[in-house]
């Protein structure tokens, strides 16, 4: 007996085929017809496993959402120095990024045009008003630059961070190794804005 397509989709494939539509056509720009064609099953199988296409996106940055929001309960988050934490934090961020490859680029381009939309885009300013006030007691503690916003410091850290999406391609030829980029956001980040 074989297997129809509809059997071997689970909902997690399903997701990562929605994710890749998404990136390449924007989220408004997808129809379920487009999912449809790129998972190769029908509209009806794939109503099978969500109830449309924002159930599909919830799914998806909710998914980036909890990779960025976990490092902030990990231990290295919130132990030792300020500066400590931060660099912990933006090390962590990065390497999210990088496994979460898909999700967090869909995440990060998002425009609050749907309910889920919104959402994602509030609990994103939430994680970056909860590293702004490491990066502040960082200040504080003496450890990093005064003459620097804090705000706008924690800016440009994440427009550091999240420009990883445009270029890095894991696997392609000549690709720069994870844990290499990782170091080199690290080392920039941090010899830029010590004291």
């Not at 071997?8 to 379920?32: H, I």
């Not at 979460?100 to 008003?129: C, H, I, K, S």
Request: glycine share 8%; proline share 3%.
């Amino acid at each position: 007996m074989t297997m129809s397509k509809r059997d071997t989709y689970t909902p997690d494939s399903l997701l990562a085929v929605a994710v890749q539509v998404f990136n390449q056509r924007g989220y408004d720009g997808t129809s379920m017809e487009d999912l449809s064609k790129a998972a190769g099953i029908s509209k009806s199988s794939i109503y099978h496993h969500v109830r449309g296409k924002e159930e599909l996106l919830n799914r998806a940055v909710g998914r980036a959402l909890d990779g960025l929001f976990g490092i902030l309960e990990e231990p290295g988050a919130h132990e030792g120095r300020a500066i400590e934490q931060l660099e912990y934090i933006t090390r962590r961020m990065t390497q999210v990024l990088m496994a979460e490859l898909p999700y967090v680029t869909l995440l990060l381009r998002v425009r609050g045009n749907t309910q889920t939309e919104r959402w994602a885009m509030e609990r994103r300013r939430e994680f970056d008003q909860r590293v702004s006030e490491v990066l502040k007691a960082a200040v504080a503690e003496g450890d990093l630059r005064a003459d620097i916003e804090p705000r706008l410091a924690t800016r440009l850290l994440f427009g550091m961070v999240n420009s990883v999406v445009e270029w890095y391609r894991p696997g392609a030829r000549g690709a720069v190794d994870g844990e290499q980029v990782v170091d080199a956001v690290a080392r920039l980040a941090f010899h830029g804005l010590c004291t």
